[in-house]
């Protein structure tokens, strides 16, 4: 796995290569949040996409979600070369280091155990810019 920091807008995939873009959105009147995801291939087609409310929990716990739900996506439809993009940093980090702590270490522990299939996940940091069509099916739940 390895982390790279990506321009301000979003930048299609190699060829053969699919794209997973994340976010979390929090909804400050009453705390709750909610992910969303999706997945492209390298012309930049829409593959699959998710919305999710999460109820109410951490950043970086909708953040884990948001990359679980994508990665079993992606399993499910037989993908064998993707690249995670997240604008959550302290993440991307943690998924680079084995290092998440605290309560979303169970999540953290599922998205490891997705790793270990025969496929290629790569994980990186983008700027929020590159990272809008992710941000909006966050925001589609949040209530």
């Avoid at 705390?31 to 930049?44: D, F, H, L, W, Y």
């Avoid at 996409?49 to 884990?64: A, V």
């Avoid at 790793?115 to 739940?141: C, P, T």
Wanted: glycine fraction near 8%.
């Amino acid at each position: 796995m390895v982390v790279r920091h990506q321009h301000a807008q979003w930048i299609p995939p190699a060829p053969g290569v699919w794209k997973i873009n994340v976010d979390g959105a929090h909804n400050p009147s009453d705390g709750s949040v909610s992910c969303g995801g999706v997945i492209c291939n390298s012309t930049g087609l829409w593959i699959s996409g998710f919305s999710k409310f999460n109820g109410n929990c951490t950043t970086l716990d909708t953040e884990f979600w948001a990359i679980y739900e994508s990665l079993e996506c992606a399993l499910n439809l037989n993908a064998e070369n993707i690249v995670v993009e997240s604008d959550n940093l302290e993440v991307v980090r943690s998924l680079l280091n084995n290092g998440a702590r605290g309560p979303y270490s169970s999540l953290f522990t599922s998205i490891m155990n997705l790793l270990r299939y025969q496929w290629h996940v790569e994980f990186r940091h983008v700027f929020r810019e590159g990272n809008r069509v992710s941000d909006a099916l966050a925001k589609l739940d949040s209530h």
